[in-house]
């Protein structure tokens, strides 16, 4: 049976473009361990960049805890969402960029990228907040 990773992901920007993090929780579904927790310093960027580089920094350290794993990836972010799903065309070259990074680690992934209300992504958004108020990177 394949093992089935959750990563819950988020980006806040403090100006929008400001301060800016993502954050990432990397969840075992079948237990609902949590396997890691990170947070991405983005320096000055918008929301939308800060959400990109949460989400890729969650999708590596899956796949480098089981790189055989399928990942079903929820974020707050509609647009993030949408744009992975390729139902949303990427028109924003730091996004596009950023997009395409996600999908070069994703080769050969089973993913499904999933909408959830902000309520529900706390974990990721605290994350996000934390590394924002450190102004550092972090993984524990």
Same mark, same amino acid.
């Given at each position: 049976m394949t093992r089935e990773l959750i990563v819950e992901a988020d980006?806040?920007?403090r100006g929008n473009p400001?301060?800016?993090?993502?954050?990432s929780v990397v969840v075992d579904a079948a237990t609902g361990e949590v396997l890691a927790e990170l947070g991405v310093y983005c320096g000055v960027a918008t929301n939308n960049? %800060?959400?990109?580089?949460?989400?890729?920094?969650?999708?590596?350290?899956?796949?480098?805890?089981? /790189?055989?794993a &399928?990942?079903?990836?929820?974020?707050?972010?509609?647009?993030?969402?949408?744009?992975?799903?390729?139902r949303w065309k990427i028109k924003h070259p730091?996004?596009?960029?950023?997009? %395409?990074?996600?999908?070069e680690i994703l080769i050969g992934t089973p993913v499904a990228f999933?909408?959830? /209300?902000?309520? &529900?992504?706390?974990?990721a958004d605290r994350l996000a907040n934390e590394s924002m108020d450190l102004r550092a990177s972090f993984e524990r």
């Open positions: 980006g806040g920007s400001g301060i800016a993090a993502g954050g960049v %800060a959400e990109y580089n949460g989400m890729i920094a969650g999708i590596a350290k899956a796949l480098d805890l089981a /790189p055989d &399928e990942l079903r990836v929820r974020l707050d972010s509609k647009l993030v969402v949408e744009q992975m799903s390729g730091d996004m596009a960029e950023l997009a %395409a990074r996600a999908r999933e909408w959830v /209300p902000r309520h &529900e992504n706390a974990r």
